[in-house]
Nanobody, 124 residues
Framework: QVQLIESGGGLVQAGASLRLSCAAS????????MGWFRQAPGKEREFVAA????????SYADSVKGRFAISRDNAKNTVYLQMNDLKPEDTAKYYC?????????????????WGQGAQVNVSS
């Protein structure tokens, strides 16, 4: 059974930083791309960042480019999302997802497993 458990969310002020972690189990972590998505109240789930199986390729949504960084530690079966210079519009529930393939993709339908989400609230 595949499990993805996010941690590191919280309430911060604008301009602060947070690091989300996602610990994976139940499948060979190093064979699959990983992604982060987010969903704000009343909005659809949107792509934030993705990383390929070995961490050599990453992709970011334009809204977070230059502020967020995705990374992975295959020895620890963990993917991270470093979020800097947070803005109120970053407020959302952040979901970790494990991909169907080794190469990254930005569409949710190519991710087979999802975590329960970590809430991030950014106050102005």
């Amino acid at each position: 059974q595949v499990q993805l458990i996010e941690s590191g969310g919280g309430l911060v002020q604008a301009g602060a930083s947070l690091r989300l972690s996602c610990a994976a189990s139940g499948r060979t972590f190093s064979r699959y791309a990983m992604g982060w998505f987010r969903q704000a109240p009343g909005k659809e789930r949107e792509f934030v960042a993705a990383i390929n199986l070995n961490g050599g390729t990453t992709s970011y949504a334009d809204s977070v480019k230059g502020r967020f960084a995705i990374s992975r530690d295959n020895a620890k079966n963990t993917v991270y999302l470093q979020m800097n210079d947070l803005k109120p519009e970053d407020t959302a529930k952040y979901y970790c997802a494990s991909g169907r393939y080794g190469w990254l993709d930005v569409t949710p339908r190519t991710y087979d497993y999802w975590g329960q989400g970590a809430q991030v609230n950014v106050s102005s």
